[in-house]
């Protein structure tokens, strides 16, 4: 059969039931230990800088938004006393860190928009508070 033999004769369990690779968390720690020892592997916490968000400007400050519940996207933010109507959305995505730990947990929906002043920010609503936070623009 060659050398995917394995993947071949593999029994795929229906749909909806789990495969767990390991039999219990302790089963797993040998193999988690063992791979955050190579040099290859990098925890993405530990790619960026402390205070360094990846982004053009960071800003981390609260922000009402406008929700367009059809749309399932914001619509306009004011901040700073200014109203800024987003004109597009250019990517969407979920930040969810030390899901396991209720002090450091981190758990975000974020949208990068283009507003009519041209400029393009990034909104995330805290899923933990129920804000809306302008985490930083783009220069």
Wanted: hydrophobic share 45%.
């Amino acid at each position: 059969m060659g050398h995917n033999a394995a993947i071949k004769e593999h029994r795929a369990l229906p749909e909806g039931l789990p495969l767990d690779l390991f039999d219990s968390a302790e089963g797993r720690r040998p193999i988690v230990l063992d791979l955050l020892a190579t040099p290859w592997l990098v925890r993405a916490s530990e790619l960026r800088l402390p205070g360094d968000s990846g982004l053009g400007r960071r800003i981390g400050e609260a922000v009402a938004v406008s929700w367009d519940a059809a749309r399932r996207s914001p619509v306009a933010f004011a901040w700073r006393g200014r109203v800024y109507d987003v004109t597009s959305v250019v990517q969407t995505w979920a930040v969810e860190h030390a899901w396991w730990d209720a002090g450091q947990r981190v758990s975000r929906r974020c949208w990068r928009v283009l507003a009519g002043d041209g400029g393009t920010y990034d909104l995330a609503f805290e899923r933990l508070t129920g804000a809306w936070v302008l985490l930083g623009m783009q220069d």
